[in-house]
């Protein structure tokens, strides 16, 4: 028999790490948060990403609905406050896992011991300025390490995505950082990942793709120095064999990157800082509507004279779909957005203090209008088509089943995006053939995470398969592990598993099987 894992991330900002133990599970979000942070006016503190307030008792393993398992430490109890001032998108990092195996579920969580958070809890204090602080509040921004990140100022959390590569969990932030890797099995901290030695000075980007073809990790990184973007290839056996710079106008803010059977597609958009008030230190981000989006396409291990660009309308793009090549033509599917500058007067639900508005509307999905959108980059001629796959507003995340990434397919999921707030509130799932697509919700005051697919043991048909999301019911107060036949959403949850306790919102997610954990007769997935 064969097991699977769901893994995930998080980024809590207050949380009680109990002391590690190799011969029993635990649990760092659920007990002694502080109590008042739950009365802040910070938007991110309320609602699905406010602190978990239950406290536990040590208790043995025992079934819980699903049946799923649970194990506590004696050592959690009482409470530790974090010093630091909340912040979500930045906030320190924490690995979810389900596993699933011969009809039952497991979930652990556990904290990513990060350089910045092990610094901050050293001294007692704040470190690092938020997302939307000054950056000048970052008291000792060379304690992160050896490496600076795109920022500098912020804090490497590792709180945006996981990737399963090489038998190991690898959790990245989006600002380039480091990359934190975990045992799969048991979510033991194993330290910097080091790519044999070779790690790249400027870090990693969250983003990073794996090819399941070939085990290889396909990755990027940016910073505010010449050539202010690099791309790089490791290979399954977890060494850097291929790394070359891609050379930008100036500083920029790429989120993600996709690939082909044979070419890797980073961007360049222009939404970046403002490049008169960042040699003063101050990252005000800007979008210019009167400079095209321009798109490199680079061969797996090609050169920087090999770089292709190619231009399309201004836009920006936080995350990308698939690619496969057609042809002449490489397609590119992602969701474009219609407005990377909105309006921070627009109606927040609910409402949100004059001071927090100009961060909260970049964590308002729905208002940056983003739509399914598709690419098509010539090789031959050179030239850049485009067109909107789905009218639909609000759609972002997407998810696909894996196993045809770099490879044309059939089979989109999108997450749907609440207005006025960063939670999701359902699922689409696209047939791209057809252009026929077929939503379904997660119910009233009920909101989800991203969902990978994870494919059926035996699987030959594309969707064939579940989407594995981590679903929080608001009235109740409480959190579930949700399975959907990716066949048929419209049928409604295919298992729903409750956990034993509310999980904050998380970002990414993705799912990993036994061959790609490097141990015999289990199957993975992972969720931050």
Known sequence: ARSRWA?????PAIVCPPSPSPQRWWCASCPGFQRLSLRTTTPTA?????????????QSSRSWRGPCRRTWMACISGTRRIPCTMRWITGDGMLHAVRFKRGTAAYRNRLVPTRGYLAEQEVGRALWAGLAEDPRKSREPSRNG?????????????STDVVVHGGRALSLFYQCGEAYAACPETLEPLGTETFNGCFPADGISAHAKVDERTGELLFFNYSKVAPFMHYGVVSSGRELVHYVPVPLPGPRLPHDMCFTEHYSILCDFPLFWDPDLLPKGVHATRFYPDIPSRFAVIPRYGSTEEIRWFEAEPTFVLHFLNAYEDGDEIVLDGYRQEDPMPDSEQPFIPPVPNRYRRMMVYLTMSAMKPRLWRWRFNLKTGRTSEEC?????????GIFNQRYAGQAYRFAYSAVSRPGWFLFTGLVKHDLQTGEAEEISFGAE????????????????EDDGYLVTFVTDMRKDQSECVLYDARRLSAGPFC????????SSGTHACWAGAERLGCAGSMTTSRL
Do not use: C
Not at 389 to 397: D, I, Y
């Open 7 to 11: 893994w995930s991330t998080a980024a």
């Open 46 to 58: 309320r609602g699905l990403g406010r602190p978990t307030t239950w406290n536990s008792r040590p």
């Open 146 to 158: 050896n490496v600076p990140g795109a920022q500098g100022s912020l804090k490497d959390s590792s």
């Open 389 to 397: 796959l789905h009218p639909q507003v609000g759609l972002e995340f």
């Open 446 to 461: 009920r909101y989800g995470s991203e969902a990978p697919f994870a494919p059926r043991l035996g699987a030959t048909a």
């Open 496 to 503: 729903r598993l409750r956990l034993p306790h509310r999980i």
